[in-house]
């Protein structure tokens, strides 16, 4: 099965040969493995992807405008089967968030696996907690889930305002130095992060209990072990952090691993690589496509700047 060189060539073959066809080279490689992860599984496909990694310059974050995408792609869909949601996207807005993962649940009845070939970070990770069970490879990473607003921690923005509190409680010198800190917090701004934090962490508590753990004894103490450690902004250090597929499971995440089937882990991954040749060679941003071969791409506009003589 191809990898990472091997799908690329591929798509480089096509382009040679199909001369009438050659732009679409990459779209015909892609939807051709899309259709065979398919025939493997039995199942629906979704793939979301964000071009966050080739064009960290362009927001291609989760949002509103997505769900459209998907209502394309789940359109004359065999409901039933289920759904394998393929995630690579670096999070986004915890309302649109919440919106897309009612609407999943609502089409395929909590049907829903989720398959991470690279990285699902923070929002991303949310929806894979929201899903029956999470394929995982060695390669694989999920990230925290500590809400940011406008870039800025709300984990942070609240500890920091508790250690002021402290501080000059104990020592009123220190005013000056912490109201100079402060000052620069727009009003209400904690009350929305403490709001944001709530919210993450109560959306992924429930959906744990009520997808992941449906029907167990112990769902609810699951659900806060696992929210504990991804909402641990001391422990993770940083937003950005990758969870390693060994620390998903350590925490009880329901896990499977990609290795135990060779011919779905191939699969999958040159899915993965033909998504990410399409992102790298185009001008494709953000990509929602199904196995059927529909797909909602968004594209930024090429600019092309003059040559002064």
Same mark, same amino acid.
């Given at each position: 099965?191809p990898?990472?060189?091997?799908a690329l060539s591929?798509? #480089?073959?096509y382009?040679a040969?199909?001369?009438?066809?050659?732009?679409?080279?990459?779209?015909?490689?892609?939807?051709?493995y899309?259709?065979q992860?398919?025939?493997h599984?039995?199942?629906?496909?979704?793939?979301?992807?964000?071009?966050?990694?080739?064009?960290?310059?362009?927001?291609s974050?989760i949002?509103?405008?997505?769900?459209? /995408?998907?209502?394309?792609a789940?359109?004359?869909m065999?409901?039933?089967? /289920?759904?394998?949601?393929?995630l690579?996207t670096?999070?986004g807005?915890?309302?649109?968030?919440?919106? *897309?993962?009612?609407?999943?649940?609502?089409?395929?009845?909590?049907?829903?696996?989720a398959?991470?070939?690279?990285?699902?970070?923070?929002? /991303?990770?949310m929806?894979?907690?929201?899903?029956k069970?999470i *394929?995982?490879?060695?390669? !694989?990473?999920?990230?925290?889930i500590?809400p940011?607003?406008? /870039?800025?921690?709300?984990?942070?923005?609240v500890s =920091?305002?508790q250690?002021?509190?402290?501080?000059?409680k104990?020592?009123?010198s220190?005013?000056? &130095?912490?109201?100079? &800190?402060i000052?620069?917090?727009?009003p209400?701004?904690?009350?929305?992060?403490?709001?944001?934090?709530?919210?993450?962490?109560?959306?992924?508590?429930?959906?744990?209990?009520?997808?992941?753990f449906?029907?167990?004894a112990?769902?609810k103490?699951?659900?806060?072990? &696992?929210?504990?450690h *991804?909402?641990?902004?001391?422990?993770?250090?940083?937003?950005?952090?990758?969870i390693?597929v060994?620390?998903? =499971?350590?925490?009880?995440?329901? &896990?499977?691993?990609?290795?135990?089937d060779?011919? *779905? #882990?191939?699969?999958?991954?040159?899915?993965?690589?033909?998504?990410?040749?399409?992102?790298?060679?185009?001008? !494709?941003?953000?990509?929602?496509?199904?196995?059927?071969?529909?797909?909602?791409?968004?594209?930024?506009?090429?600019?092309?700047?003059?040559v002064?003589?």
């Amino acid at each position: 099965m191809p990898n990472w060189k091997d799908a690329l060539s591929e798509i #480089q073959r096509y382009h040679a040969t199909h001369a009438k066809e050659a732009k679409f080279a990459v779209d015909v490689i892609r939807r051709k493995y899309l259709k065979q992860l398919h025939r493997h599984t039995g199942l629906n496909i979704i793939a979301y992807y964000s071009g966050f990694l080739s064009k960290p310059e362009i927001q291609s974050d989760i949002n509103d405008e997505d769900k459209n /995408g998907f209502m394309m792609a789940i359109h004359k869909m065999e409901r039933a089967k /289920g759904l394998d949601l393929i995630l690579h996207t670096p999070g986004g807005s915890i309302s649109a968030t919440q919106s *897309l993962v009612d609407y999943l649940h609502k089409m395929f009845n909590d049907d829903i696996r989720a398959l991470v070939p690279q990285m699902a970070m923070s929002a /991303g990770t949310m929806i894979a907690c929201s899903c029956k069970s999470i *394929l995982m490879g060695k390669h !694989s990473n999920l990230g925290p889930i500590d809400p940011h607003l406008n /870039g800025i921690p709300a984990y942070g923005v609240v500890s =920091e305002f508790q250690r002021a509190c402290e501080e000059v409680k104990n020592d009123p010198s220190r005013v000056p &130095i912490w109201q100079q &800190i402060i000052s620069q917090y727009r009003p209400a701004f904690l009350s929305q992060c403490e709001n944001a934090i709530t919210w993450s962490n109560e959306f992924v508590r429930e959906q744990l209990e009520a997808v992941m753990f449906k029907g167990e004894a112990t769902a609810k103490r699951k659900a806060e072990h &696992i929210v504990k450690h *991804l909402a641990d902004y001391t422990g993770n250090k940083s937003h950005s952090r990758h969870i390693p597929v060994e620390e998903c =499971e350590r925490i009880g995440l329901k &896990i499977e691993r990609v290795e135990a089937d060779p011919r *779905l #882990q191939d699969l999958l991954l040159t899915v993965h690589h033909c998504f990410m040749h399409s992102l790298m060679n185009t001008n !494709s941003y953000k990509m929602i496509e199904n196995h059927l071969g529909s797909a909602f791409v968004k594209q930024a506009a090429m600019v092309v700047q003059p040559v002064q003589a």
